[in-house]
């Protein structure tokens, strides 16, 4: 990890732990998996603004869902469309589509054999600071990248987790973009684990054009056994958020 003040973050010390609705949706198109976000953020914001209104304490849900999708190149509200190296035809025969969403970042993919992490949290129920809150995720992806003998960390002014960040083999292996409405959060992670990485050459991915991308399989040199993933990394997710998952 770089020695510099990503190093110094202070992880939260919840003392509370917060139950959080888990569900694996597997292999879903990308404009489902959207919709069903924003219903889950839609009805935790209706409560939050219920209890505003009224005076009450009802609790708020909190959801983390994984899953993967087919090809697919979304964009974000500050990215730019000319970071899209494809044409229409040319989407069509990569079998891929495109989106632009409303979260925040540029383009990034996602396809089979990436990990997609989409935590819906009131933010009131751990802690209000957007910054931390992605710190903590990265957090969570290079602990899980330890595990595997993997050193990763943060490269300053950038989301996600990067291997090599202090050098010229700098390369990312996990792009983060979220939106927070009334400290509810939705988007997320895409952790890089057995995807095809020849789709990432169709983009500037996350606008940057110097540096590559990379993946568990490929810095290990052989398929991971994504469950055994998913489980690593919902421990440490679960562990640094303080959540019990349901």
């Known amino acids: 990890m770089m020695q510099d003040e990503e190093n110094n973050i202070k992880f939260k010390q919840l003392s509370n732990i917060q139950p959080v609705h888990f569900k694996d949706w597997g292999n879903i198109a990308y404009q489902q998996a959207w919709d069903k976000q924003e219903e889950l953020l839609n009805k935790t914001?209706?409560?939050?603004t219920q209890n505003r209104q009224n005076g009450t304490q009802l609790p708020t849900p909190n959801h983390l869902v994984f899953c993967e999708h087919p090809h697919v190149y979304t964009l974000g509200k500050s990215g730019r469309e000319?970071?899209?190296?494809?044409?229409?035809q040319a989407l069509k025969d990569k079998h891929a589509t495109f989106f632009k969403i409303n979260r925040g970042g540029d383009i990034t993919y996602h396809g089979p054999g990436q990990l997609?992490?989409?935590?819906?949290?009131?933010?009131?129920n751990f802690f209000t600071d957007i910054h931390l809150y992605l710190r903590t995720l990265e957090e969570a992806i290079i602990l899980t990248l330890k595990e595997?003998?993997?050193?990763?960390?943060r490269y300053p002014g950038f989301t996600?987790?990067?291997?090599?960040?202090?050098?010229?083999?700098?390369?990312?292996?996990?792009a983060m973009g979220v939106r927070c409405s009334r400290w509810v959060t939705m988007h997320g992670f895409a952790f890089n684990v057995n995807v095809d990485l020849?789709?990432?050459?169709?983009?500037v991915p996350c606008g940057i054009d110097?540096?590559?991308?990379?993946s568990l399989q490929k810095e290990l040199g052989h398929a991971m056994d994504m469950e055994e993933v998913k489980e690593k990394l919902k421990k440490h997710i679960a562990s640094l958020f303080n959540m019990q998952l349901l």
């Open 82 to 88: 000319d970071n899209l190296l494809l044409n229409e």
């Open 198 to 203: 020849d789709y990432f050459k169709n983009i």
């Open 210 to 214: 110097d540096k590559a991308v990379t």
């Open 160 to 174: 996600g987790v990067w291997l090599d960040a202090d050098n010229e083999k700098a390369r990312k292996i996990c």
């Open 116 to 124: 997609v992490g989409y935590p819906i949290l009131d933010l009131d």
């Open 45 to 48: 914001v209706a409560i939050k």
């Open 148 to 153: 595997y003998g993997i050193t990763a960390g």
